[in-house]
């Protein structure tokens, strides 16, 4: 017994490094209460230190505590991403003007960061139905606190109450979904309830009403976290009331572990496994709930409303936020085909989405702390007063776009290949469409930029050394993976192999 704590507790390092950050870091706040870098510095280091010990964990599948967590390579791929999406966050947060005005204390704000990110990795590991809801809650009560943290600004207490009706609202969903699972299977961990199923679902339509039912309700409970229609109606909102550093780290990380969790439940817990195994690279889905067609209506919806609505958006900030709902439908299309490939093509999208995504959502933030605007109305003639910035907000637009030779380009180019050879060209087609919708709303800021207000003779706007550094570093690996990609290509699809088989 003790011999198994202890190697579960060997391979948990990584989050429990983070929850000694958190409490060190709040130790440090009350103590060093006059110093503005200290806690900051703090949850780098643990952040840093965590990422380090993910990358040197084994390349095996284990179950940990009775098989509440898995430790695999899926999970540790999606703790990078969420531990690079902390770090990049906490960067952008030292010289963000709105967070640090007026004095104000910031010490738990990265605390709450670091909170959070543990949220998420546990997320992305949780392979028990338990395990998933407070991996869940533990992300959201941070994210709530974090989304109105700028009190003084208009509408971030507006965002942080409309955040935590909505959180309240899809836990009692998952809740409720998963009490009802528990109910017909007798297990909570995510394999168990794969091999208890075929039994329940030969008892007639009763039991498979009540799973479809039951997988229905813990599905929206997923898509609220991954801000899928039509579970998306506090992310605009939130998005534009809350701090950009927040905006951009729900946008990407809260995605990732809600991503991972989705595939890793959806995956396991109804897989026909009779048929075939996850580790042969193709799947088949138990009788009774088709969760495919569930995520086929999810996917084509969501892409579409998200990029239907931000055409009329006149925020930056909150164009960005309906891109990121269109964004989150492309991914889900890896989902759909029931293919390794599908999987690793949505984890290869992750990636190139952070650098790129975080590379807008950064200029804008740069933008808002020299003209104190956001208004795509505002940003004219920005092409001439800042020509580096605009050069690299292009290049983030048209790789979110996904034109060549963007990285952005190769994301959209294996998701839709995975579609292809699994027969779903409709699909395709519907995701190629609304690529082109998106190229609209881009295009019209880049109008504004270099093609409007270039008139006024404005002066130019000055860019600090570590702001241009930060830029280089999201620039370059957007376009880098877009002319190589295969070692992070061969990474994704290495880390699916053994997921759900601890």
Same mark, same amino acid.
């Given at each position: 017994?003790?011999?198994?704590?202890?190697?579960?507790?060997?391979?948990?390092?990584?989050?429990?490094?983070?929850?000694?950050?958190?409490?060190?870091?709040?130790?440090?706040?009350?103590?060093?209460?006059?110093?503005?870098?200290?806690?900051?510095?703090?949850?780098?280091?643990?952040?840093?230190?965590?990422?380090?010990?993910?990358?040197?964990?084994?390349?095996?599948?284990?179950?940990?505590?009775?098989?509440?967590?898995?430790?695999?390579?899926?999970?540790?791929?999606?703790?990078?991403?969420?531990?690079?999406?902390?770090?990049?966050?906490?960067?952008?947060?030292?010289?963000?003007?709105? #967070?640090?005005?007026?004095?104000?204390?910031?010490?738990?704000?990265?605390?709450?960061?670091?909170?959070?990110?543990?949220?998420?990795?546990?997320?992305?590991?949780?392979?028990?139905?338990?395990?998933?809801?407070?991996?869940?809650?533990?992300?959201?009560?941070?994210?709530?606190?974090?989304?109105?943290?700028?009190?003084?600004?208009?509408?971030?207490?507006?965002?942080?109450?409309?955040?935590?009706?909505?959180?309240?609202?899809?836990?009692?969903?998952?809740?409720?979904?998963?009490?009802?699972?528990?109910? #017909?299977?007798?297990?909570?961990?995510?394999?168990?309830?794969?091999?208890?199923?075929?039994?329940?679902?030969?008892?007639?339509?009763?039991?498979?009403?009540?799973?479809?039912?039951?997988?229905?309700?813990?599905?929206?409970?997923?898509?609220?976290?991954?801000?899928?229609?039509?579970?998306?109606?506090?992310?605009?909102?939130?998005?534009?009331?809350?701090?950009?550093?927040?905006?951009?780290?729900?946008?990407?990380?809260?995605?990732?572990?809600?991503?991972?969790?989705?595939?890793?439940?959806?995956?396991?817990?109804?897989?026909?496994?009779?048929?075939?195994?996850?580790?042969?690279?193709?799947?088949?889905?138990?009788?009774?709930?088709?969760?495919?067609?569930?995520?086929?209506?999810?996917?084509?919806?969501?892409?579409?409303?998200?990029?239907?609505?931000?055409?009329?958006?006149?925020?930056?900030?909150?164009?960005?936020?309906?891109?990121?709902?269109?964004?989150?439908?492309?991914?889900?299309?890896?989902?759909?085909?029931?293919?390794?490939?599908?999987?690793?093509?949505?984890?290869?999208?992750?990636?190139?989405?952070?650098?790129?995504?975080?590379?807008?959502?950064?200029?804008?933030?740069?933008?808002?702390?020299?003209?104190?605007?956001?208004?795509?109305?505002?940003?004219?003639?920005?092409?001439?007063?800042?020509?580096?910035?605009?050069?690299?907000?292009?290049?983030?637009?048209?790789?979110?776009?996904?034109?060549?030779?963007?990285?952005?380009?190769?994301?959209?180019?294996?998701?839709?290949?995975?579609?292809?050879?699994?027969?779903?060209?409709?699909?395709?087609?519907?995701?190629?469409?609304?690529?082109?919708?998106?190229?609209?709303?881009?295009?019209?800021?880049?109008?504004?930029?270099?093609?409007?207000?270039?008139?006024?003779?404005?002066?130019?706007?000055?860019?600090?050394?570590?702001?241009?550094?930060?830029?280089?570093?999201?620039?370059?690996?957007?376009?880098?993976?877009?002319?190589?990609?295969?070692?992070?290509?061969?990474?994704?699809?290495?880390?699916?192999?053994?997921?759900?088989?601890?």
């Amino acid at each position: 017994m003790t011999d198994r704590l202890l190697h579960d507790l060997a391979l948990m390092v990584p989050e429990t490094v983070l929850t000694v950050t958190i409490i060190v870091a709040l130790v440090a706040d009350i103590i060093f209460r006059r110093s503005r870098a200290i806690v900051p510095a703090i949850v780098m280091i643990g952040l840093t230190v965590a990422g380090i010990i993910v990358l040197g964990q084994p390349h095996e599948s284990f179950a940990i505590f009775s098989g509440m967590l898995a430790v695999d390579p899926f999970a540790s791929f999606f703790k990078v991403l969420i531990l690079l999406s902390a770090i990049l966050v906490v960067v952008f947060s030292l010289g963000f003007n709105e #967070l640090n005005a007026n004095g104000r204390k910031v010490g738990e704000y990265y605390v709450l960061i670091a909170a959070l990110t543990l949220g998420m990795m546990l997320m992305a590991g949780a392979n028990n139905m338990l395990m998933m809801y407070l991996a869940i809650e533990l992300s959201s009560i941070s994210s709530y606190a974090l989304s109105g943290y700028t009190r003084e600004a208009e509408d971030a207490s507006e965002a942080s109450l409309k955040y935590v009706i909505y959180g309240a609202l899809s836990s009692g969903l998952m809740l409720y979904g998963i009490s009802m699972i528990y109910g #017909l299977t007798g297990h909570f961990t995510f394999s168990e309830i794969s091999s208890a199923l075929p039994p329940v679902l030969e008892q007639g339509s009763t039991a498979s009403l009540a799973l479809m039912f039951a997988g229905l309700l813990i599905v929206a409970g997923l898509g609220y976290k991954i801000s899928a229609v039509p579970f998306h109606f506090w992310a605009p909102d939130v998005y534009e009331g809350a701090p950009i550093t927040i905006t951009a780290f729900l946008s990407v990380a809260s995605k990732a572990g809600g991503f991972a969790l989705m595939i890793r439940f959806l995956s396991v817990s109804f897989l026909d496994s009779s048929v075939v195994t996850l580790g042969a690279g193709s799947w088949a889905v138990l009788p009774g709930f088709d969760w495919r067609s569930v995520v086929v209506a999810l996917s084509v919806l969501t892409m579409t409303v998200g990029n239907l609505v931000a055409i009329w958006q006149n925020n930056l900030k909150r164009l960005l936020a309906y891109s990121s709902i269109a964004h989150a439908g492309y991914m889900m299309m890896g989902l759909v085909v029931l293919t390794n490939e599908g999987i690793s093509a949505i984890m290869l999208y992750f990636v190139i989405y952070l650098f790129m995504n975080f590379g807008a959502f950064y200029i804008v933030m740069l933008i808002a702390n020299k003209i104190g605007s956001e208004d795509i109305e505002d940003y004219r003639g920005l092409g001439s007063r800042a020509p580096f910035l605009m050069v690299a907000l292009a290049i983030f637009l048209v790789s979110l776009t996904g034109l060549p030779p963007t990285a952005g380009f190769i994301g959209k180019l294996y998701l839709f290949v995975a579609l292809l050879n699994s027969g779903w060209v409709w699909l395709a087609v519907v995701g190629a469409l609304n690529s082109v919708i998106a190229l609209y709303y881009y295009i019209r800021v880049l109008r504004n930029v270099f093609l409007r207000g270039t008139e006024q003779a404005a002066a130019p706007l000055q860019l600090g050394r570590l702001e241009g550094v930060v830029v280089v570093l999201l620039l370059v690996p957007t376009v880098l993976l877009g002319l190589y990609f295969s070692p992070l290509a061969a990474l994704a699809q290495a880390s699916t192999k053994m997921l759900g088989m601890p």
